[in-house]
Every structure is written in C-alpha cells, then in structure tokens.
C-alpha cells in the first residue's frame, strides 16, 4: 500500500483566500484524523471520522474551517477564508480499529501551509 | 478527556550513550501507549508499542516501559546513533472511545553528536 496520500505538500496562499487540503487515506482503515502540527501547540487533532461519519469536531479553531469525508478513500480539510495564524503543517492520518482494539495510526507526509 | 505529559523537550546524548524520555498519562483507562519517530520533514512513525496487559517490551536498541500504577511510561534507546535524531512522540489512548483516537504529548527534540 502506498501509504496515506496527501496534497498538496507545500502551499503558499495570500491571507483571505481558500485552503483546501487533501487526503487519501489507507485502504481498508476506518477511522481518519486531520492533525494540525506548530512549534508553539505540538500536534493538535482537529476533527476525526470514524466510518466516513464526523465523530469530535471540538478541535477545530472555528467556523472558517470544515472537513469532510464523502467516501471511505477521501478526505478534504478547508480553511476560507485563510489567515497567517493558519500557517503550519497539517497532517491526515488513517487506523483502522475494531473490537476496543486501538490499531496503529499511519501519517501522511503532510501538507505545509504557509499564508502571507 | 486524557492528559499527556512529555519530559524532557529536548534531549541530546553522545553517540553511544543511552536516551530516555518519560511521559505520564491522567485517563487510568487508557491501554495502549505508542511512541512514535518524527523526521525532518516528514510524518510521525510509529517506532513501538505497548499495551496495559505487559509491563516492558523491547525492539532491538529500543524499549518501553509501562508503570499503569503511577499511571507513567518511558522509552528507553541504548547505543545511541546519529540517526536516532528526530523528535519523539508518545501518546495514549482515548478508552472513552474505541475509534482509535490518540492524546500525545508534546515531544522531545532528541539529537544524537558523533
């Protein structure tokens, strides 16, 4: 398997536009998670679905972001209108879980953002 | 929800020395305690595992050891190479769910000199 598979890697946008990241997550996985990584937070987890469907949404900074999860093979996460403080890189991740099992969560390479 | 605590922030050994991070978990429900390897560049990779039913597991040159008593685990590498440089990660997970949901920490800079 290839992997998660994230785009673009690197963007560099003007503050007030639109933001849209996506992913592609590990065949067969059934939970997947948008991570946002900067020096000053860590990695914070911004909103996951399990089985295509949003579970904790709490994560996210506020209304000028969204995610979605049409099928189980895509994802995308939106920012509109973008801001500076937005810049940092976002990563997606894919597990697949079942049983009270926790399985192992695989990162995509993730996508820099960078807003001026 | 489970709280993760990570020490130190930054580490750095000499090459062949020993490296040890510490991290304590609040959620005594929490079972499963990753710790994964972050690159330049690159996505966090998992590098080892443990889960609440064993107290030490050992990969090779790297080891984690879990205290569910204290509620606190490590990750322990020996003979420390240039290459062990990256950022560490260890996480815990949500038991209030079983999706698959992780709490991590805020990392350790680890840099290995020659």
């Known amino acids: 398997d290839a992997g998660v598979i994230q785009s673009p890697r690197h963007e560099v946008t003007e503050m007030g536009q639109e933001v849209t990241l996506r992913c592609k997550p590990i065949?067969?996985?059934?939970?997947l998670f948008w991570y946002r990584q900067t020096m000053m937070r860590g990695l914070e987890l911004l909103i996951y679905?399990?089985?295509?469907?949003?579970?904790?949404d709490s994560g996210m900074p506020e209304d000028r972001f969204s995610a979605k999860m049409p099928n189980a093979s895509f994802s995308t996460l939106k920012i509109q209108p973008s801001e500076p403080r937005d810049s940092a890189v976002y990563f997606c991740?894919?597990?697949?879980?079942?049983?009270?099992?926790?399985?192992?969560?695989?990162f995509g390479e993730g996508s820099r953002l960078t807003v001026l | 929800g489970e709280n993760v605590e990570q020490h130190p922030s930054t580490l750095s050994v000499q090459e062949g020395d020993s490296a040890v991070i510490k991290c304590t978990y609040s959620?005594?429900?929490?079972?499963?305690f990753p710790w994964y390897k972050q690159e330049l560049g690159k996505g966090p990779q998992l590098i080892i595992d443990?889960?609440?039913?064993?107290g030490e597991k050992k990969d090779q040159r790297i080891a984690v050891t879990l205290n569910k008593t204290a509620k606190h685990f490590s990750l322990h590498i020996t003979e420390t190479q240039p290459e062990d440089s990256a950022v560490y990660f260890c996480?815990?997970?949500?038991?209030?769910?079983?999706?698959?949901?992780?709490?991590f920490g805020r990392g350790t800079q680890l840099t290995v000199w020659p």
């Open positions: 991740a894919s597990s697949s879980n079942s049983g009270g099992h926790t399985g192992e969560l695989f």
């Open positions: 065949s067969g996985h059934n939970s």
């Open positions: 679905f399990n089985n295509n469907v949003p579970i904790d």
């Open positions: 959620d005594s429900a929490s079972n499963y």
């Open positions: 443990i889960r609440s039913n064993v």
């Open positions: 996480a815990a997970d949500d038991r209030g769910s079983t999706l698959g949901r992780l709490y």
